[in-house]
């Protein structure tokens, strides 16, 4: 039986007022789960409204006391983690490991926003006239809006609303269609921590939804993550309708890997971030730019590996990497493995025919390893957000680097290497906005800037970190002067110097 599903506004659950429906599957076993109303445009707006009225108060609430209500949250999170965790991988199809890493990501961004009262500290000059102080304040932009990708339901939308509340918003979020359930069961728990209602909304749908968002004027700041051609949309949108827009998009990210790399190390290291969550993370290395004479040494150990992948349901906890979103997508991703054979790639692992035993219908697909991948190829090109990876062969740094810096993307690059020099001038001169060091998976900590460059990010601002403070606050600087006998003086017409 299907469950049916909701909004989440005004702190009540909503089920819609009989629009369209969505489908939301399992899709370790390719069967729907949920039934997921989808917003209209009047139910936005209502929403929008509800945030609103509850900003004024909530922003005059002290962020001390804001903050506390994030610390109770913080304490559910690690109260219901398996619950969490479990409705991950019940609606996005990630193993277990995997989920937990993404919860704990998750529960990170609310410790970060739990330091609002240190993030939110002006600056101080005194004097800077005879008599004249001056300081600088953040304060909030009002009701802030997030879209939110399907890959990570239960990070993604906190790397947005807790430090946009802390920062004293009110805030209405449109998760994705596919897996929404995670973000609703977060809403309620903020409100269990004692979160007033209306200052966090969730509200569900598509397009409807998000060009309500990205055209009401009431709403001062967009965060989106997803895909390229929607993150395009979504900041052009915005920016043309007066709102900061932040806009996180896809990516393509290359590690190149040195002949005198670790091979044992490289080689695990790349299976995590190839095939981990099927492939489909911001973060994956769906490219590998070997260098010199490092292909034979690295495929020696990888192709095995890949043939060994162990591909099954989530919860079983023997899993490495669980199915794709949806049947959909799959078949997408099939697809480019049939584009790359006829561009002429090799397919060294062959994922293609992958049958799991009492899963005949979920959205599998076995590991998919290609080699003398060129970068004409449209399965280099192209973000195929699955389990396939391509083997560039380069022969230098200096090409290396420069094919990785010539690809549309750049949202992380890894290097692979013993040499300090080499890494150094790596991290310096690649064009990405998250540079690994022997490190496969780069993603910053919650107190760190996260961003891509390039076609992977719209806007000026990278997402949580200090640069999520300042995204969700505007900065006011107040001159002031107390009258001081002294000091009196009469009108002035010239630009004051203040000396
Ligand atoms: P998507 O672009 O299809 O959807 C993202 C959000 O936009 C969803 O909430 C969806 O409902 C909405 N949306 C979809 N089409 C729309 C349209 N035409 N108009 C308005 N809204 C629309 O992305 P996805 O498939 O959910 O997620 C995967 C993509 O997200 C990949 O490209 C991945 O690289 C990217 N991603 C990027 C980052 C990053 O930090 N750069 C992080 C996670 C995911």
Known sequence: MAETLYHFVGGTRETGNGGRFGE?????????TGRLPYASKAETEAAIATAAEAFPSWAATPPLVRARVLFRLKALIVDRFEDLVRLVVGEHGKVLSDARGEVTRAMEMVEFACGIPHLLKGEF????????????????????AGISPFNFPAMVPLWMWPIAIACGNTFVLKPSEKDPSCALHMAELAKEAGLPDGVLNVVNGDKEVVDTLLTDPRIQAISFVGSTPVAHYVYATGCAHGKRV???????????VMPDADMDQTTEALMGAAYGSAGERCMAIPVAVTVGDA????????VPRVQSLKVGPGLDPDSEMGPLITREHRDKVRGYVELGIEEGAELTVDGRELRLQGYEDGF???????????PDMRIYKEEIFGPVLSVVRAPTFADALALTNSHEFGNGAAIFTRDGDVAREFSSQVEAGMVGINVSIPVPLAFHNFGGRKNSLFGDHHIHGPDGVHFYTQCKTVTARWPAADLRAGSTFAMPTMS
Request: charged letters at 15%; one cysteine or more; a positive charge.
């Open 24 to 32: 939301v599957f399992n899709p370790a076993l390719g069967q729907v």
């Open 246 to 256: 932040q806009a996180l998009a896809g990516a393509k990210n290359h590690m190149v």
């Open 125 to 144: 000059s005194e004097n800077v006239g005879r008599g004249i102080d001056c300081w600088s304040m953040r304060q909030p932009l009002g009701v802030c």
């Open 364 to 374: 599998f697909l076995g590991g998919c390893l290609f080699d003398h991948v060129t």
């Open 295 to 302: 292909a034979g040494k690295l495929l020696d150990k990888l």
